[in-house]
C-alpha cells in the first residue's frame, strides 16, 4: 500500500522555467509533509516542508502547496536552474515519527 | 552544525563476515533512524530510536541489529548479511518523534555484500 504518491517518474524543463513537482497522498493521518532533494549515492537534503494547518509555504525559489481535500502537494521551482538537476522524494509523517517517502521524480533542467 | 556523520561511506563484506555502520549527530536530537536505499527506490525505514529507546523496528531480519550507546551515536551491526542486502545505508536524526519534525540524513554508507 503506497500512502505517498508521485506519479510522473521524471521531469524535464528549460532553464529559467517553472518545474511543477507533484504529490499524492491516501492517508489523511499525515500532517507534515517535506520534500528532500537527493543526488545518487548520498544522503536526502531537506528542501522545504509544510504543515497540514497551512495551503502554502515558500522558501526563496521554493513554494509548496498543500490541498488538504484532494491530498495532494506540489513542489515549485521558479526559476529552475541546471543545479536543481536531481530525485526529488515527497514525504509525509506520521505522528509516530514514521516518514514515508515517494518514489521520486528525477528533474533535469536543461541549459 | 547540522551534520549527520555515517562512516565508513563504502563497505564491502563477504556473508559470514561481521561489521558495524556508525552514525554521529550533535545537534542534541534525540531521535534516529536507519533507512534502507536501493538503487530507483524511495529510502526506506529500518528502525527510529527515541530517547536511545528503541521504539520502531520495521520487521528488520535479525542479521540488522541497532544500537544507540548514547544521544548522539546510532551504530547498525550487521551479521551474516545476504547479497540482496546490499543498499544504500542511511542514517538520520530529528529533535524528537513527534509529527512535524524534520529529519536531518547523512550521506549514507554504501554496502555490497559479496
Known amino acids: 500500500d503506497q500512502q505517498v504518491k508521485q506519479n510522473s517518474p521524471s521531469l524535464s524543463v528549460q532553464e529559467g522555467r517553472i518545474s511543477i513537482l507533484n504529490c499524492d497522498y491516501t492517508n489523511s493521518m499525515f500532517d507534515y509533509f517535506l520534500w528532500y532533494k537527493k543526488y545518487p549515492a548520498e544522503g536526502p537534503t531537506f528542501l522545504i516542508s509544510i504543515s497540514s494547518i497551512k495551503d502554502k509555504n515558500e522558501d526563496g525559489r521554493f513554494t509548496v502547496f498543500l490541498n488538504k481535500s484532494a491530498k495532494h502537494l506540489s513542489l515549485h521551482i521558479v526559476p529552475s536552474q541546471p543545479g536543481d538537476s536531481a530525485v526529488y522524494f515527497c514525504a509525509a509523517i506520521r505522528p509516530t515519527g514514521k516518514l514515508i517517502f515517494g518514489q521520486g521524480t528525477t528533474l533535469q533542467v536543461k541549459p | 552544525d547540522t551534520e549527520v556523520t555515517q562512516t565508513p561511506k563504502h563497505l564491502v563484506m563477504g556473508m559470514t563476515n561481521k561489521k558495524s555502520l556508525k552514525c554521529e549527530q550533535h545537534?542534541?536530537?534525540?531521535?534516529m533512524y536507519w533507512y534502507k536505499q536501493k538503487a530507483k527506490k524511495p529510502p526506506e525505514l529500518m528502525f527510529v530510536y527515541s530517547y536511545e529507546k528503541l521504539s520502531i523496528n520495521e520487521s528488520v531480519p535479525s542479521r540488522f541489529s541497532p544500537e544507540c550507546p548514547n544521544s548522539s551515536l546510532l551504530n547498525l551491526h550487521l551479521h551474516a548479511l545476504q547479497p540482496e542486502d546490499s543498499a544504500l545505508y542511511l542514517c538520520?536524526?530529528?529533535?524528537?518523534?513527534?509529527?512535524?519534525?524534520?529529519?536531518?540524513f547523512g550521506s549514507g554508507t554504501q554496502l555490497s555484500v559479496l
Open positions: 545537534m542534541g536530537h534525540r531521535a
Open positions: 538520520a536524526s530529528s529533535q524528537r518523534t513527534l509529527g512535524n519534525e524534520k529529519l536531518f
